[in-house]
């Protein structure tokens, strides 16, 4: 199945709650209303990583 289109965001920041973090999220969208992504994320508490897929509708 050709990739229509994709993206790749990164962010650095700070929040009150958890210090510094950084995040990496990329995607591609397979269908004009159907896309997969996955992320990484991590601060000076944890780590963690997921993956899904958004499904976008209406006019």
Same mark, same amino acid.
């Given at each position: 199945?050709?990739?229509?289109?994709?993206?790749?965001?990164?962010?650095?920041?700070?929040?009150?709650?958890?210090?510094?973090?950084?995040?990496?999220?990329? =995607? $591609?969208?397979? &269908?004009?209303?159907? /896309?997969?992504?996955?992320?990484?994320?991590?601060?000076?508490?944890?780590?963690?990583? =997921? $993956?899904?897929? &958004?499904?976008?509708? /209406?006019?």
């Amino acid at each position: 199945m050709p990739v229509r289109t994709g993206y790749l965001e990164a962010q650095a920041g700070v929040s009150s709650l958890t210090g510094a973090y950084t995040r990496l999220e990329g =995607g $591609a969208r397979l &269908r004009q209303n159907l /896309g997969l992504f996955g992320f990484a994320e991590a601060n000076q508490r944890e780590r963690m990583a =997921g $993956a899904g897929v &958004r499904w976008t509708f /209406g006019g």
